[in-house]
């Protein structure tokens, strides 16, 4: 499975951006997929995930009620609307998927995207 994530950009605090996360490759495999992001001088964290089969989300408790993450079958593109952004929100935000698990954890992800920068200014 190929991800390619896009949709990062610079925004102000309080504004929203869309990212979206498109998987091709053999996607039937496709059970989970993540959001994790990783801000300067900080270890990789844990933001989002969605079970591909029924769509049940997951969310890090910074984020919730601010993020929402969503899936089209169609397009196989998993997007992460993110609002009501923050400064601490900015990092380099990482999808992921897995054929098997959904869980909080970076390591047991077997495919990754590409890094896609979201800046928030104070």
């Known amino acids: 499975v190929q991800l390619q994530a896009s949709g990062g950009g610079l925004v102000q605090a309080g504004g929203s951006l869309r990212l979206s996360c498109a998987a091709s490759g053999r996607t039937s495999r496709l059970y989970a997929m993540a959001w994790f992001r990783q801000a300067l001088g900080k270890e990789r964290e844990f933001v989002a995930a969605?079970?591909?089969?029924?769509?049940?989300?997951y969310y890090a408790n910074s984020v919730k009620g601010r993020f929402t993450l969503s899936r089209d079958n169609a397009k196989i593109t998993g997007y992460l609307q993110m609002n009501s952004l923050k400064p601490e929100d900015t990092a380099l935000y990482y999808c992921?998927?897995?054929?098997?698990?959904?869980?909080?954890?970076?390591?047991?992800?077997?495919?990754w995207g590409q890094g896609t920068l979201v800046t928030v200014s104070s």
């Open positions: 992921a998927a897995d054929p098997s698990v959904l869980t909080t954890s970076q390591f047991d992800y077997d495919y």
């Open positions: 969605i079970n591909w089969r029924d769509g049940h989300t």
